[in-house]
């Protein structure tokens, strides 16, 4: 998750994109889904920015190139703040489907119609 300037982001979305992108494919990282989240007002000022733009990745890189990625991250002038989570795996296809506005819905829709039959047997 990165927290976006976001005057650099209106003034060239594509080239914000291709630095945040840029930054793990450099290090032999994989680029799942990159995508804008949502852009509004900031909590508190940072850098003298009052408004922010959130962009989520998804990406799988190696662990021992974490580090670099992180600092890549700190140099870039676009990016205000940024957090990297390691997300568990058996978690990613549903993460990476919902990011990607793929339907998910009908797996739990299943799971709730068999939990209601089994509960009205009862």
Known sequence: MFILDS????RD???????INNAASSLGGEILVSRLWS?????YPING???????LTYLRL???????????NQLNDNVMRSLTLKI???????????AKGE????????ESS????EVAAE
Do not use: M
């Open 39 to 43: 852009e509004q007002k900031l909590a």
């Open 114 to 117: 068999e939990a209601t039959e």
């Open 103 to 110: 339907s998910t819905a009908e797996e739990p829709e299943q």
């Open 7 to 10: 005057n650099r982001y209106a």
């Open 62 to 72: 190696e662990g021992t190139k974490l580090t670099e990625y992180e600092r890549a």
């Open 88 to 98: 568990d795996p058996r978690l990613v296809d549903h993460l990476i489907a919902h």
């Open 49 to 55: 920015n009052r408004k922010g733009t959130y962009w």
């Open 13 to 19: 979305p594509h080239g914000v994109q291709e630095s």
